[in-house]
């Protein structure tokens, strides 16, 4: 979690906003809003957060929002950051539920990343378990080899 603090803040229940609630749809574009204002502050608030204490021989960066929050961890970490991205297609994600959002669903905090990064590993992830294991596998023997 990026801001663990902000849901308190707001008087939310932060483990209820990690879900594809309704709860978090409720929600959602109000904490958007503020993570942009965060951000717009300060570009590199979240990615300070979420690394404060931490040392790693090998970050896997897998949930960013922003180019330059993968330029962030890229910059301080350099070539230790492997930056991940899991994909489902539109099909798989609506079995899971999810319905598009204007507004929400083609912000930036939700698309940001479609576009203009090379990303280091995609993981497809459409429930095929066995397909999934294999990928995850891929990774992390690279991972291991990198330690």
């Known amino acids: 979690p990026a801001d663990p603090l902000s849901p308190q803040e707001h008087g939310l229940d932060f483990q209820r906003l990690l879900d594809a609630s309704a709860y978090k749809e409720r929600y959602r574009q109000d904490m958007i809003r503020w993570g942009e204002e965060k951000r717009c502050a300060d570009p590199g608030f979240f990615c300070r957060t979420v690394v404060e204490g931490a040392a790693q ?7 960013t929002r922003r180019l330059s929050d ?7 970490y350099g070539d230790v950051v492997q930056t991940v991205r899991v994909v489902a297609t539109e099909e798989t994600r609506k079995r899971r539920n999810w319905v598009f959002v204007a507004g929400v669903d083609d912000a930036e905090s939700e698309c940001g990343l479609d576009q203009g990064v090379a990303f280091d590993w995609v993981i497809t992830n459409d429930g095929d378990e066995l397909s999934l294991d294999e990928q995850l596998e891929t990774l992390l023997w690279s991972l291991r080899g990198r330690l």
């Open 70 to 76: 993968v330029e962030w961890f890229r910059d301080v």
């Open 57 to 63: 021989p090998v970050w896997v960066v897998s949930d």
